[in-house]
């Protein structure tokens, strides 16, 4: 057992880490084998990650809640993106490891778990984010029960946050967007093609920032009308990002409309000034993804010129499709055809990149009312 550096730089990970330990651990059927641990940047981070290694071999008792989940997450980069370790990582620092750290997995029981979730529902947080939270406690536990011989996962009993039902929501708080209307006056204000391209983007593809910031020239293609969404752009801590695959993996070709291909011409023609460029840059910022701030800044700026209401840049997607299930609703109405809500979502899931569950029940209430039809029915009694 010790620790060691690696000499051979080849063997260096990408961002240089080089220290690592070899212990012995029982394989399942209780013989010693060696174990090679993952790279770390210190020496000092390789002398830790070795102590804790040897807790957790030498006293399978003593099953603190720490340790678990550092092993948890190491056993996550096996299988899951990065960018979803990252965001399990960011939630469990900052929601589950204070109020669990000092404690071993075993004395966290049905009681220990309510409190946390009564502490939690004191904060300023969405449902889903406290979901979310919730998921990755439940999974931290899933994985004791099949590593470390816990017999049960409290967190399962105790369920999910819920939302209080006796506050009345009306139907505009539910979800927010801009009317076209809305769109129009507040893309009228914007004399940048960058940005002015990049809000037409959103409004009228629905795809999401990330997506639309990975987005690179030699994904539309302007001979058939199609963006090809393929990947995502993720933010990490200290300014870093990832490139990966879609939020759900699915990959999903979106028809451009006459206005957004207009747009798009028309802004390419300006960025091929350049001397340098390659139908491999970003659409949106060039040779580098335009940063995280600025749009937000300059999304904000434009709101307040026009006087529109003021949403954030995911509630451009909510947008395009209540644009979308009006234009439907109304052509339904002029030609006189059943307006079949089923047909409509799952188009747009295929779209949104979203399955027709979720499209149905984020958007349903976005519909006019079915009652006029329910009242004819009991009109011909």
Same mark, same amino acid.
């Given at each position: 057992?010790?620790?060691?550096? @690696?000499?051979?730089?080849?063997?260096?990970?990408?961002?240089? *880490?080089?220290?690592?330990?070899?212990? =012995?651990?029982?394989?399942?059927?209780?013989?010693?084998?060696? /174990?090679?641990? %993952?790279?770390?940047?210190?020496?000092?981070?390789?002398?830790?990650?070795?102590?804790?290694?040897?807790?957790?071999r030498d006293n399978p008792a003593k099953k603190q809640f720490k340790i678990i989940a550092e092993a948890y997450f190491e056993d996550m980069y096996k299988t899951k993106k990065e960018s979803t370790i990252i965001t399990y990582e960011s939630a469990y620092k900052v929601l589950i490891l204070p109020y669990f750290e000092d404690l071993d997995i075993s004395e966290i029981d049905i009681n220990k778990v309510r409190q946390w979730k009564e502490e939690l529902d004191k904060k300023d947080l969405a449902l889903n984010y406290k979901n979310k939270t919730f998921n990755v406690l439940k999974q931290i536990f899933?994985?004791? $029960?099949?590593?470390?011989?816990?017999?049960?996962?409290?967190?399962?009993?105790?369920?999910?946050?819920?939302?209080?039902?006796?506050?009345? %929501?009306?139907?505009? @708080?539910?979800?927010? /967007?801009?009317?076209?209307?809305?769109?129009?006056?507040?893309?009228?204000?914007?004399?940048?093609?960058?940005?002015?391209?990049?809000?037409?983007?959103?409004?009228?593809?629905?795809? *999401?920032?990330?997506?639309? !910031?990975?987005?690179?020239?030699?994904? &539309?293609?302007?001979?058939?009308?199609?963006?090809?969404?393929?990947?995502?752009?993720?933010?990490?801590?200290?300014?870093?990002?990832?490139?990966?695959?879609?939020?759900?993996? &699915?990959?999903?070709?979106?028809?451009?409309? %006459?206005? !957004?291909?207009?747009?798009?011409?028309? /802004?390419?023609?300006? #960025?091929?000034?350049?001397?340098?460029?390659?139908?491999?840059?970003? $659409?949106?910022?060039?040779?580098?993804?335009?940063?995280? $701030?600025?749009?937000?800044?300059?999304?904000?700026? =434009?709101?307040?010129?026009?006087?529109?209401?003021?949403?954030?840049?995911?509630?451009?997607?909510?947008?395009?499709?209540?644009?979308?299930?009006?234009? /439907? #609703?109304?052509?339904?109405?002029?030609?006189?055809?059943?307006?079949?809500?089923?047909?409509?979502?799952?188009?747009?899931?295929?779209?949104?990149?979203?399955? #027709?569950?979720?499209?149905?029940?984020?958007?349903?209430?976005?519909?006019?009312?079915?009652?006029?039809?329910? #009242?004819?029915?009991?009109?011909?009694?």
């Amino acid at each position: 057992m010790a620790v060691f550096n @690696e000499t051979n730089k080849s063997k260096w990970t990408k961002d240089g *880490r080089h220290w690592y330990f070899i212990c =012995y651990k029982k394989d399942s059927e209780g013989k010693n084998k060696p /174990y090679k641990s %993952k790279k770390f940047m210190t020496k000092k981070e390789a002398e830790e990650a070795e102590r804790l290694f040897l807790l957790k071999r030498d006293n399978p008792a003593k099953k603190q809640f720490k340790i678990i989940a550092e092993a948890y997450f190491e056993d996550m980069y096996k299988t899951k993106k990065e960018s979803t370790i990252i965001t399990y990582e960011s939630a469990y620092k900052v929601l589950i490891l204070p109020y669990f750290e000092d404690l071993d997995i075993s004395e966290i029981d049905i009681n220990k778990v309510r409190q946390w979730k009564e502490e939690l529902d004191k904060k300023d947080l969405a449902l889903n984010y406290k979901n979310k939270t919730f998921n990755v406690l439940k999974q931290i536990f899933n994985f004791a $029960v099949v590593n470390y011989g816990i017999t049960n996962n409290p967190i399962s009993i105790v369920g999910r946050f819920q939302e209080n039902k006796s506050k009345i %929501k009306k139907d505009e @708080e539910k979800i927010r /967007y801009i009317t076209k209307e809305e769109f129009d006056k507040f893309i009228s204000v914007i004399d940048k093609p960058l940005w002015k391209t990049f809000f037409i983007f959103l409004f009228y593809t629905g795809a *999401r920032r990330g997506e639309a !910031l990975a987005l690179n020239w030699n994904d &539309i293609d302007f001979n058939n009308d199609l963006i090809t969404i393929n990947k995502t752009l993720f933010s990490k801590v200290k300014g870093k990002v990832l490139i990966t695959s879609t939020k759900n993996n &699915i990959n999903r070709k979106i028809k451009m409309s %006459k206005i !957004l291909k207009e747009q798009l011409l028309e /802004y390419k023609k300006e #960025v091929m000034k350049y001397t340098d460029f390659s139908n491999n840059w970003f $659409v949106f910022g060039n040779t580098r993804f335009l940063p995280l $701030v600025q749009i937000d800044r300059y999304k904000d700026k =434009y709101f307040e010129m026009s006087g529109v209401r003021r949403i954030t840049t995911h509630e451009f997607r909510h947008s395009h499709v209540s644009l979308l299930i009006n234009e /439907y #609703v109304k052509t339904s109405r002029e030609k006189n055809i059943k307006i079949d809500t089923a047909k409509f979502f799952l188009m747009m899931s295929g779209r949104m990149g979203h399955t #027709v569950d979720v499209m149905q029940r984020t958007y349903m209430h976005l519909f006019p009312t079915m009652q006029d039809e329910l #009242v004819d029915l009991l009109d011909n009694l």
